[in-house]
């Protein structure tokens, strides 16, 4: 585990560290006594958890969409490995499923990535259909980890016309 400290906290730890040292150096040489332990050293906080990723989509009533597709690939356009993710939401009005398949991804035109959105890779669809003659919105929130560890939180406001 890894512990990170300011350097306020680093200067008040030696500081600590020095008094007693000279605390000890004082006692008689045949007293026996027991150091005291010293203070534990705060602990920065933990950074803030990212910010979900928040995504809009337009969905005809009663029809089954691809809302969106994962992929992670390697620079040559190979797949990094399987992408999950966790429904921390359901839809109300609506059924999603995640379907590990295969097609285009659309990574950003300045990514190093960009050239693989012309081949099919592997990936992770989200698909949604809702209710039939509902219109509204409706939601649906996963949790979403990718080949490398990495992983964030995904919602989604479906706009069903």
Not at 33 to 45: E, H, L, N
Not at 65 to 89: H, K, M, Q, Y
Not at 92 to 113: I, Y
Not at 119 to 139: I, W
């Amino acid at each position: 585990m890894s512990m990170y400290f300011t350097r306020p906290a680093l200067a008040g730890l030696a500081i600590a560290l020095a008094a007693g040292c000279a605390a000890l150096a004082q006692e008689s040489p045949g007293a026996t006594s027991t150091p005291a332990a010293p203070a534990a050293a705060p602990v920065a906080p933990a950074p803030p958890p990212a910010r979900p990723i928040q995504i809009n989509r337009f969905v005809p009533s009663g029809e089954e969409r691809t809302i969106w597709f994962f992929a992670a690939n390697f620079p040559d356009c190979s797949s990094r490995g399987p992408t999950v993710a966790r429904v921390l939401e359901k839809p109300e009005h609506g059924d999603a499923s995640l379907v590990a398949g295969d097609s285009f991804p659309a990574f950003g035109s300045n990514s190093p990535l960009a050239s693989c959105n012309s081949r099919k890779t592997q990936g992770l669809m989200v698909n949604y259909r809702s209710a039939p003659d509902y219109t509204g919105e409706d939601r649906l929130r996963l949790f979403v980890i990718f080949p490398d560890g990495s992983g964030g939180e995904w919602n989604y406001t479906l706009i069903v016309k």
